[in-house]
């Protein structure tokens, strides 16, 4: 009898302490942020109201591959990922305290061309350390909203 009580209580103990220690583990938790952009007439010529209009309006950045960095550098390491089709991406919510956000052509599209024009690879990169968007993760919130300007690249001439 006294066996069959010490097993009961030992079941439970062990029970318990399973219960508990699942309780502990912690999970992978993200942030979600919603990306949505407008842009910028690159053209040469005075564009019609009709493409100025179509320009100004809202979409989402679908399907998009985008690049996240931990400090202001688009020369470090990025994280890659894709917005999903309604423009939104998971980032690890212990990635860093604030994140930068390039939504334009990654640098080393550039920097690996064939061309390597030393002094485009330099505007470009100023370009995108300027334009990156900077999000700062420890808000205590898990949803982040980028509406953001797709400018024209400096670097190149203006279209005719």
Not at 98 to 111: D, R
Not at 142 to 153: G, R, V
Request: some cysteine; hydrophobic content about 40%.
């Amino acid at each position: 009898m006294k066996h069959s009580k010490f097993i009961i209580f030992f079941t439970i103990v062990v029970f318990f302490t399973n219960c508990r220690l699942g309780k502990n583990q912690k999970t992978a938790s993200f942030k979600k942020i919603k990306i949505s952009y407008t842009e910028e007439y690159c053209g040469g010529a005075a564009p019609p109201d009709a493409i100025l209009n179509e320009l100004s309006v809202l979409k989402s950045l679908k399907n998009k591959e985008i690049e996240i960095f931990l400090s202001k550098n688009v020369e470090s390491k990025p994280l890659v990922l894709i917005t999903d089709s309604i423009g939104t991406v998971l980032i690890p919510e212990n990635i860093a305290p604030t994140i930068y956000v390039n939504l334009y052509t990654p640098i080393s599209f550039y920097k690996d061309a064939e061309t390597n024009d030393k002094q485009y690879f330099n505007c470009y990169k100023s370009f995108l350390n300027e334009n990156l968007i900077s999000v700062n993760l420890s808000e205590n919130q898990n949803e982040f909203t980028l509406i953001s300007l797709l400018k024209c690249n400096p670097c190149v001439p203006p279209a005719p």
